[in-house]
């Protein structure tokens, strides 16, 4: 499904059926958001749907209302879906158990980011045409990284081998039950993958105070130009975004989209997959009327 609405978002003018006329979409967002957010409101309007934007900080959680009540208020204005952004863990298994709308989790704390993996996923396999047994190696930030578990989770499920590299101290202290082959070394790492997903440092979970300075995670971790001529290897690069520029991955690397060079970034067109694969989402979600994804 996701496929055909890819294949329809890049013609020059794109026409839907709108599946989900007369449907309300809820995006509550209680942490900033540019694509998850935005490619959610697309792929809504795009279906027929209206959309509800929440913020907290303009809402009446700013005068102590409860994430429960601020959930039951909203159904009672007839809302069909949440796309539930929160800076907890758990949070949209939270409201699972107070409404009966579909809930999507668009991200909650440290936790989860399910429709980041699948429009990963589905950026692999529209490049590589499978995701069974490709090594996908996932470098950097992995104990703050709802994208890496929820990754993790779905390339295992779908057959790829899963690789993660970083700093000993950005490690879960659960890694050696995820299932993935454990690297230390950023070069050993890339020569083992067929690909690469970078993670952001996340800066603001205090990363940073993990690490005995950003240089040094830079020079040690940083997907370079540099290091894939150096250790000639070719690689085809994600990232979920934001991007720290020179941290986590260098300037030429996130925008290299054409040959010639050691990488290919699919930054952008991951950001394209995630309005097809959210779209995807919504129907089969709505459809059914209730569930998490
Ligand atoms: N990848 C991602 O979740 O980006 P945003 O925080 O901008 O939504």
């Known amino acids: ?99 009966s709308k579909a809930v999507i989790n668009a991200g909650d704390g440290s936790h989860e980011h399910p429709t980041q993996a699948l429009l990963d996923m589905f950026t692999l396999r529209e490049y590589f045409g499978k995701i069974k047994g490709l090594k996908v190696i996932i470098i950097g930030d992995v104990l703050h990284s709802r994208v890496a578990r929820s990754n993790i989770y779905g390339l295992l499920t779908t057959g790829a081998e899963v690789g993660i590299c970083s700093p000993v101290t950005l490690m879960p202290p659960d890694v050696s039950r995820l299932g993935v082959t454990i690297f230390t070394d950023l070069d050993k790492a890339i020569a083992w993958a067929d690909t690469a997903i970078v993670l ?3 800066l603001e979970r205090a990363a940073s105070g993990y690490l005995p300075s950003l240089e040094e995670y830079s020079i040690n971790y940083g997907l370079t130009d540099e ?54 989402v919504l129907n089969i979600l709505l459809a059914q009327h209730t569930g998490i994804v």
Request: no cysteine; aromatic share 6%; hydrophobic share 40%.
């Open 227 to 280: 290091r894939l001529e150096r250790i000639q290897k070719h690689l085809l690069v994600l990232h979920p975004g934001p991007i720290n520029r020179e941290i986590e991955i260098s300037n030429n690397v996130a925008d290299r989209i054409q040959p010639p060079g050691y990488s290919r970034s699919m930054l952008l067109e991951q950001v394209t997959n995630g309005v097809a694969v959210r779209m995807a």
């Open 1 to 99: 499904m996701a496929a055909v609405y890819k294949h329809e978002l890049t013609t020059t003018t794109p026409s839907f059926k709108p599946s989900l006329a007369n449907k309300r979409i809820a995006l509550v967002f209680f942490e900033n958001s540019t694509r998850t957010r935005f490619s959610f409101e697309i792929a809504a309007r795009h279906l027929g749907a209206g959309t509800l934007n929440f913020s907290a900080a303009s809402s009446s959680i700013s005068k102590g209302e409860t994430l429960s009540d601020t959930i039951k208020n909203l159904e009672a204005m007839q809302v069909d879906a949440f796309v539930l952004r929160h800076p907890s863990s758990g949070a949209a298994d939270l409201i699972t158990g107070i409404t």
């Open 200 to 202: 952001r440092l996340q």
